[in-house]
T-cell receptor, first 112, second 115 residues
């Protein structure tokens, strides 16, 4: 089973600031996903990333968001200018060989 | 647009009871369906995955069924234990591009097992 580590576990930022959330898979994976969960709401798909390219993105994933794999290992989600409504738990996920999706423990982002 | 609904939103039962959680989805053209468990403040743990061609999957005390044509899935938990207390989420993956599609989640069933 793949393991996914996310850093930081909590991030507090001021509105308008840039944040970078990080995801580190333990094993070598090509497929990554970012999801978010606003408090009390459904888990929502943001973007899928395959072989260093965006495979699919949701309508939530606008120009304020970007993803990259800067060093071939870490996988990052950047929010350029945070808004209050970006406050949420952000999850990184990667599939196992049996297609089950394995999630990291998440980064709780609070925008003040 | 795919919509996933889970009923009930919350459930509280005494330890030892068997229980059923329900999930329905509006677009039957799915690739697979997964049931997840989420503990407070934690990530999601995949419990069972059912491919669109399958009818059910079992793991220990858990059994998930899928009726794709009617857009329904159930998660059956046998002999419930206090450690089963969590939120259970149902999620479907669209059928058009298989592994590239993001999951569409339901809001979950918050389950409490009373000791």
């Amino acid at each position: 089973e793949p393991e996914v580590t996310q850093t930081p576990s909590h991030q507090v930022t001021q509105m308008g600031q840039e944040v970078i959330l990080r995801c580190v898979p333990i094993s070598n994976h090509l497929y990554f996903y970012w999801y978010r969960q606003i408090l009390g709401q459904k888990v929502e798909f943001l973007v899928s990333f395959y072989n260093n390219e965006i495979s699919e993105k949701s309508e939530i994933f606008d120009d304020q968001f970007s993803v990259e794999r800067p060093d071939g290992s870490n996988f990052t989600l950047k929010i350029r200018s945070t808004k209050l409504e970006d406050s949420a738990m952000y999850f990184c996920a990667t599939p196992a060989a049996n297609e089950k999706l394995f999630f990291g423990s998440g980064t709780q982002l609070s925008v003040l | 647009k795919q919509e996933v609904t889970q009923i009930p939103a919350a459930l509280s039962v005494p330890e030892g009871e068997n229980l059923v959680l329900n999930c329905s989805f509006t677009d039957s053209a799915i690739y697979n369906l997964q049931w997840f468990r989420q503990d407070p403040g934690k990530g999601l743990t995949s419990l069972l995955l059912i491919q669109s061609s399958q009818r059910e999957q079992t793991s220990g005390r858990l059994n998930a069924s899928l009726d794709k044509s009617s857009g329904r899935s159930t998660l059956y938990i046998a002999a419930s234990q206090p450690g089963d207390s969590a939120t259970y989420l149902c999620a479907v993956r669209g059928g058009e591009r298989g592994g590239a599609d993001g999951l569409t989640f339901g809001k979950g069933t918050h389950l409490i097992i009373q000791p």
